[in-house]
């Protein structure tokens, strides 16, 4: 069965940082596109980030782009999300979500149980 | 960048009705459009991609169709486990933007 699993969660001080870790087990990690999504506590989904099987092709919303860097280590079957100047809005649960295949175009057909991040002095 | 507009925000409906869900895309996504339930304190679930096929073990009576810019989602007879908030998703090319959610609750 296809698993993911986040760590790294916890509460940060505006302008801090964290680095969120997903584990993968149950499929070829290394095949599949990965993403991060989030949502702020009462809100909607929002995409976060996208990194391709092969960790060279990269995308990024808007919202976090030259803040946040998603990588992954497929000899470790672990995706990470290095969060940086973290701001109060950054503040939700952070999924990690795998894509349907290792392409571009790809709905998100396994989701992680979510870590919580809380951005507050 | 592509906007996704969805609505109703939120509905209520009774046992056994219809419930219908749109979703607006602001410029052509052809079929790359999928559709998540998140049922309350729980984590998304794919229901339905490429507009209209349905993911293994979902019921069938929820249905997709659309292509271009409109999209739909379709409870043909809506059950107490239907309550959920649903989500559309462009994923043709990044950003992967959502919709807003519509709220889906029994009468």
């Known amino acids: 069965d296809v698993q993911l699993l986040e760590s790294g969660g916890g509460l940060v001080q505006p302008g801090g940082s964290l680095r969120l870790s997903c584990a993968a087990s149950g499929f070829t990690f290394a095949n599949y596109a990965m993403n991060w999504v989030r949502q702020a506590p009462g809100k909607g989904l929002e995409w976060v980030s996208r990194i391709g099987g092969s960790g060279t092709i990269t995308y990024y919303a808007d919202s976090v782009k030259g803040r946040f860097t998603i990588s992954r280590d497929n000899s470790r079957n672990t995706l990470y999300l290095q969060m940086d100047a973290l701001r109060a809005e950054d503040t939700a649960v952070y999924y990690c979500?795998?894509?349907?295949?290792?392409?571009?175009?790809?709905?998100?057909?396994?989701w992680g149980q979510g870590a919580l991040v809380t951005v507050s002095s | 960048d592509i906007q996704m507009t969805q609505s109703p925000s939120s509905l209520s409906a009774s046992v056994g009705d219809r419930v219908t869900i749109t979703c607006r895309a602001s410029q052509d996504i052809n079929y790359y459009l999928a559709w998540y339930q998140q049922k309350p304190g729980k984590v998304p679930n794919l229901l339905i991609y490429?507009?209209?096929t349905l993911q293994s073990g979902v019921p069938s009576r929820i249905s997709g169709s659309g292509s271009g810019t409109d999209f739909t989602l379709t409870i043909s007879s809506l059950q107490p486990e239907d309550v959920a908030t649903y989500y559309c998703?462009?994923?043709?090319?990044?950003?992967?933007?959502f919709g807003g959610g519509t709220k889906v609750e029994i009468k």
């Open positions: 998703q462009k994923y043709n090319s990044a950003p992967l933007t």
């Open positions: 979500a795998k894509g349907q295949s290792g392409g571009q175009a790809a709905a998100l057909n396994y």
């Open positions: 490429a507009a209209s």
